[in-house]
């Protein structure tokens, strides 16, 4: 079992806040962090789009990863939202450790 980050995209902030909110009462994600008011470019249905939206960083462990897609999916307001999970290589052992006792791993 290994420590992940999970980068989230909300709408806005509200979004977002609720989101990060459920995971942690879930006890899916150890620790939330959000980044307001990113620009964001993409396509989507064949058209380039422009809009600001809200970053959610989650601190979990991929034993977590599909529980996390799908309680994402029931909340968002996104018809395919951004969910994606980056692995850890290192860091502070005492921290890694914190995340799996958080999330139910330990």
Not at 7 to 20: K, N, P, S, V
Not at 40 to 65: F, N, P
Not at 69 to 80: C, F, M, P
Not at 91 to 104: M, P, R, V
């Amino acid at each position: 079992m290994s420590a992940t980050v999970a980068y989230i995209t909300a709408r806005d902030r509200e979004q977002a806040l609720l989101i990060g909110k459920a995971l942690l009462e879930s006890r899916l994600v150890a620790c939330i962090n959000l980044i307001d008011r990113m620009k964001s470019m993409y396509w989507w249905e064949g058209r380039l789009e422009e809009a600001e939206e809200c970053i959610l960083i989650a601190k979990t462990v991929d034993s977590r990863h599909e529980e996390i897609i799908r309680r994402v999916k029931e909340l968002h307001s996104y018809l395919i939202p951004c969910v994606v999970f980056w692995p850890l290589s290192g860091g502070n052992a005492e921290y890694l450790s914190w995340i799996e006792k958080e999330t139910g791993n330990a």
